[in-house]
């Protein structure tokens, strides 16, 4: 089996107590059923019994740690350390708590796994890396079984990954503004999404005669380069993400807190264009940091169109969610007296993943929403 992974990968090692923040407390802890059941048959002493008395279930019957009246995970010391990885062994932590932030699509013969951007630590090895992301693929360094496919669906999986190389290929193309690129991005995720729709899984390069001419003669997509908007259609298009976002499920009261404030700040059209702009013209934007979001989104979403065949939606996602990132970068500027540090970048896209990423719900809405949000909203 081949396990696929961003080239920053290997780079992660959990910082421990050095961490400013905790992935161990302000939202449930989960624990698979197989390392539960292995917490029950701890023998009977002071921490065995605290083991077993600090397990309870969801409201979905999975099977969780309680957290402590402080929103901690029970077994998290002052120190910020695990005492069941310091008393039994990392060996027996459960599953969440030896793969996060690891995250995994499996498809094929083929582990993809990602880092997610709710740990801070991941965060500063992304964000302060000075070259493009490239994918790497590790043959037999994970040890699993191929799933079983039919000579169609491995045409399928073949198309579906040259899109998604071919889509990274487009959000690291400096040689184009990032507004481009979004354009770019959104016309071959339309384009490959008709021919998957048609079952035509011959693969196209971006550089093919076909999709060069559907770029032109597509009226949707050849009128994305001549849309104007005015400061109010700019200003509803954010309200409209405010309403998506603010509409999901709330993991942590940060982000209530957050909202708030953008709310506050965001008083009207007037204001909110000035305060956005008055970002992107600072020495604290860089593009970079948005051309890095729209690959992790989509390197750690995009091939669950094996499973749900949805394209186009993930291709808005990995644009939209990042345009929601930069409405949150200029509140923060501002609240910071024009002042945007690498910090405040880790910390934002840290808040934003852990709220939205973080529920699968919350993952499901998102998507749900780009189905029917049209090509040209994404981009205002």
């Not at 059923?33 to 605290?50: A, C, H, L, N």
């Amino acid at each position: 089996m081949i396990l696929r992974v961003p080239d920053y990968y290997d780079e992660f090692h959990c910082i421990a107590s050095n961490c400013r923040d905790c992935c161990c407390r302000g939202w449930e802890i989960d624990v698979d059923e197989e390392t539960r059941d292995y917490y029950m048959t701890v023998e009977d002493s002071p921490f065995g019994d605290k083991l077993k008395s600090c397990l309870g279930e969801a409201e979905d019957g999975t099977p969780i740690f309680k957290l402590n009246e402080k929103g901690r995970c029970p077994f998290l010391s002052s120190a910020n350390l695990c005492e069941i990885c310091i008393k039994m062994g990392e060996e027996s932590l459960s599953e969440i708590c030896t793969e996060y932030p690891r995250f995994a699509i499996e498809y094929g013969n083929v582990l993809q796994k990602c880092l997610s951007l709710a740990c801070e630590e991941v965060g500063r090895i992304l964000f302060t890396k000075q070259d493009k992301i490239s994918i790497i693929d590790y043959e037999d360094k994970y040890v699993g079984n191929d799933l079983e496919e039919d000579e169609t669906e491995k045409e399928r999986i073949k198309f579906l990954e040259n899109v998604q190389n071919n889509l990274i290929e487009i959000f690291e193309d400096d040689s184009l503004t990032l507004e481009d690129r979004n354009i770019k991005a959104l016309a071959y995720g339309k384009f490959t999404q008709d021919r998957f729709n048609m079952e035509n899984y011959q693969i196209v390069d971006l550089r093919d005669k076909e999709f060069i001419e559907f770029v032109s003669s597509d009226s949707e997509i050849s009128e994305l380069k001549n849309i104007k908007t005015d400061g109010e259609q700019e200003f509803l298009a954010y309200k409209y993400r405010f309403a998506l976002f603010d509409g999901l499920e709330t993991i942590n009261e940060k982000w209530i807190d957050f909202k708030k404030i953008l709310n506050e700040k965001y008083s009207d059209a007037n204001v909110y264009n000035n305060l956005i702009e008055n970002f992107k013209n600072s020495e604290s934007y860089n593009v970079f940091d948005f051309e890095k979001l729209s690959v992790y989104f989509v390197f750690r979403y995009f091939m669950n169109s094996v499973y749900d065949n949805n394209i186009l939606s993930k291709v808005k996602s990995a644009i939209y969610c990042p345009r929601f990132i930069l409405d949150m970068d200029a509140c923060v500027f501002e609240c910071n007296d024009q002042i945007y540090s690498n910090v405040d970048r880790i910390e934002t896209v840290k808040m934003f993943s852990k709220e939205v990423e973080h529920s699968e719900e919350n993952v499901e809405i998102i998507e749900d929403e780009m189905n029917f949000t049209k090509i040209e909203d994404i981009l205002m």
